[in-house]
């Protein structure tokens, strides 16, 4: 059973870049049904999709923080990773790493279905 | 970006009753709905895909319909471990956007 443990700072100060790497194990990256991204959650915004991205490191950004974010491939370690810049206190959030299941390209669809188990990253001086 | 909306924000109920969530897209995305259940400090889980179709051992007291623009969560016969907060999420295109939430507290 595939399973993903983000890493990474839980601090991070303001201006400067959070850094997150997922591990996954129990299959591979490269497996050409899935794509890997990167989701936040906080109180007040809820969920939020901040991108996603294929082994080959083909990338889709949310638009609304495209400018800031840079996601990586590792298939050697079978790890993926999330690069946010210059962060604020509104970037405070728990960022879970996920498996995102695609369908054909006759009918598709991405479904999170397989989540990390979070991690909590405060930006604070 | 498609717009999800649930409704209610929360709902209280007992156990053994049932209870709907409606998730309604801004656009139409056919079948492409996905619900989650998430309790306190941990992920959210993957319980419904295309509108309907139940995941691997969720329980069969859940249930999901609805196409286009409007869908529903069901929850028949409430048990204690369905109190959590749920949402929907469109898989038809990105961003990925998801509904607020609907959080199912006990009455």
């Known amino acids: 059973q595939m399973q993903l443990q983000e890493s990474g700072p839980g601090l991070v100060k303001p201006s400067e870049t959070l850094s997150l790497t997922c591990s996954v194990s129990g299959g591979s990256i490269r497996n050409t049904n899935y794509y890997w991204g990167w989701i936040r959650q906080t109180p007040g915004k809820g969920l939020e999709w901040i991108g996603n991205m294929y082994y080959t490191g083909s990338t889709y950004y949310n638009l609304s923080l495209k400018s800031r974010v840079t996601m990586s491939v590792d298939t050697s370690k079978n790890q993926f990773s999330l690069m946010l810049s210059s962060v604020t206190a509104a970037d405070t959030a728990v960022y879970y790493c996920?498996?995102?299941?695609?369908?054909?390209?006759?009918?598709?669809?991405?479904?999170?279905?397989?989540w990390g188990r979070g991690t909590t990253v405060t930006v604070s001086s | 970006d498609i717009q999800m909306t649930q409704s209610p924000s929360s709902v209280s109920a007992s156990v053994g009753d049932g209870v709907t969530i409606t998730c309604r897209a801004s656009?139409?995305?056919?079948?492409?709905l996905a619900w989650y259940q998430q309790k306190p400090g941990t992920a959210p889980k993957f319980l419904i895909s295309?509108?309907?179709s139940l995941q691997s051992g969720v329980p069969s007291r859940f249930s999901g319909s609805g196409s286009g623009t409007d869908f529903t969560l069901t929850i028949n016969s409430l048990q204690p471990e369905d109190f959590a907060t749920y949402y929907c999420?469109?898989?038809?295109?990105?961003?990925?956007?998801f509904g607020q939430g609907t959080r199912l507290e006990i009455k």
């Open positions: 295309s509108a309907s």
């Open positions: 999420q469109q898989a038809y295109s990105f961003p990925l956007t």
């Open positions: 656009q139409d995305i056919g079948t492409r």
């Open positions: 996920a498996r995102v299941l695609l369908g054909t390209a006759r009918y598709f669809y991405y479904y999170t279905d397989v």
